[in-house]
């Protein structure tokens, strides 16, 4: 893992100082809508006993989102080895970050070091369908919709009727669109 530069964002390897934003992410219900439909009860939920990540800045493949010119806090992203060449890509921000454009631009810089350093060659993402912000992201960054399923979501979140989107890219599309 690398420190990863862009106009306004510093992506570093997560750390245990990360840990407090973390939990500020996951204690804000609109942040954690699509994913158990409300703010996490950390008193009574393990991170372990969950499908989806709740980082504590000791987990390999967690970036922490800052802004270069103030470092405060915005988020996080990862990608995650599935295999020796497919990762998948995540992302969570802080709800005052959202609509400026940051997770399609820290995405993007994931996106590229995946496929420049990590040597992988499909980059995939998964979100609930009525989640169009972060369908959004992935569209913005190249990813094309590749299936829609309909898993058992443990929560009863509205939209569960309609699905989780899978969304691929392949780093021979991505070679084509950064030329």
């Known amino acids: 893992m690398a420190v990863l530069q862009t106009s306004a964002l510093t992506l570093s390897p997560c750390s245990a100082n990360d840990c407090a934003?973390?939990?500020?992410l996951e204690l804000d219900p609109e942040v954690m809508h699509f994913l158990n439909g409300?703010?996490?009860?950390?008193?009574?939920?393990?991170?372990?006993?969950?499908?989806?990540?709740?980082?504590?800045?000791?987990e390999p493949y967690?970036?922490?989102?800052?802004?270069?010119?103030?470092?405060?806090f915005v988020g996080w992203f990862c990608l995650f080895p599935e295999t020796k060449t497919l990762a998948e890509i995540g992302y969570r921000l802080r709800?005052?970050?959202?609509?400026?454009?940051?997770?399609?631009?820290?995405?993007?810089a994931?996106?590229?070091w995946g496929f420049t350093s990590a040597g992988y060659d499909k980059i995939i993402a998964c979100t609930m369908a009525v989640?169009?912000?972060?369908?959004?992201?992935?569209?913005?960054?190249?990813?094309?919709?590749?299936?829609?399923?309909?898993?058992?979501?443990?929560a009863r979140i509205p939209g569960v009727e309609y699905g989780e989107v899978w969304y691929e890219l392949l780093r021979s599309e991505w070679n084509c669109s950064n030329r």
């Open 62 to 72: 967690v970036w922490t989102a800052r802004r270069t010119a103030t470092n405060a």
């Open 95 to 108: 709800r005052e970050d959202w609509g400026q454009g940051l997770a399609s631009e820290g995405a993007s």
């Open 21 to 24: 934003d973390f939990i500020g």
């Open 131 to 154: 989640n169009h912000g972060s369908r959004r992201v992935m569209e913005k960054i190249g990813m094309k919709h590749a299936r829609t399923t309909f898993p058992d979501f443990p």
């Open 38 to 58: 409300g703010a996490v009860d950390h008193e009574k939920t393990d991170p372990k006993d969950v499908t989806f990540l709740m980082p504590r800045g000791s």
């Open 110 to 112: 994931l996106v590229n």
